[in-house]
């Protein structure tokens, strides 16, 4: 039979205890150097947690506005693409009639109704755009597609101008639709009547990022190609130079809507620049508060890489320990 008396169970134990610890800091100061914190952050501030919760709670709220900034740029900057080529269309559609200096004939009036009506197409396909699948025209309502299609606009059209036979009381019908909240409001515009909420950006900044489809500006450039795409329309039976009359009022009507345009890209343009502003200042804050983060949580890699050696040499040594106490012990058993 074996027999162990109570000094080896004892150092035995102490043995197994002491490396237990050792393996356990091995692991810990492991884990510090690779992830670069301090497992013992309580202790590192002195008991007081206070100051790097509030650190972390900043960090936090510009992560979050971040994330609203970054969306707010997204939308502003689309925004600013899809009236910029609204805007280009009617420059060439401007240039293009004005560009006729004597009375068309119908070959002419056509081709210029033609290129109305695909400018006119193409913006109302820009105003029903969207952004992160949220539509960029539609005010508060942004799950809502701004506007009608074509056909529904100039079906209307068509029926309010149809009495008449002159240039002044077609153009006229026409504006007198698009102003009237019975007409233009109600048949074609599908959103919200209240613009989008300001979105804050930053500790202290909040941006409107908001238009509609049915604002002043847009109404005036639809209202202006609706009625030169009216020239080339069959049902009306219009002459030569109620035509070009019209396509002569049209080149007007977009003069005033170019102005109006670029007054909207400039203010959009503003509240990108504040957006961006804003983002720099956010991010140069995160910054510098990770690095205050950093240096509240992080280990001293050299005295980590020192205690991990320590530990490693003290766990070699107490196996050496151990393998020579085990040796001993037999030893004695066997003699």
Sequence with gaps: MIMNSYGDMAQHLFLRNRSVGL?????TLTQELSTGKTSQLTQKLGGDLTYLSDVERNLDRLKSFQVANT??????SSMQNNIELISDNVVKLTGDIFAVTTSPNDETSQQLSNQAE???TEAIRSLNGEAAGRSLFSGKDTEAQPLADLSTLMSSLVTEVTPFTTAPDIVQAVKDWFADPLGFDTVMYQGASDL????????TEE??????ANDDAFKQTLQSLAIATLVNDPGLSLTSDVKFEMLRSTGVELRESQVQLIQMQSDL???????????????AAQTSLSLVFNELVQADPYE????????Q????????????TSQLSLMRFLS
């Design 23 to 27: 393996k356990n800091d091995i692991s």
């Design 71 to 76: 969306e707010a740029a997204l939308f502003a």
């Design 118 to 120: 695909v400018y006119l």
């Design 196 to 203: 989008m909420d300001p979105v804050k950006i930053g500790p």
């Design 207 to 212: 941006v409107t990022v908001s238009l509609k």
């Design 269 to 283: 343009g503003f509240v990108e620049g504040r957006i961006e502003q804003t983002a720099t200042r956010n991010g």
């Design 304 to 311: 980590t890489s020192t205690r991990l050696d320590e530990a």
């Design 313 to 324: 040499f003290q766990l070699e040594s107490l196996f050496t320990v151990t393998a020579r």
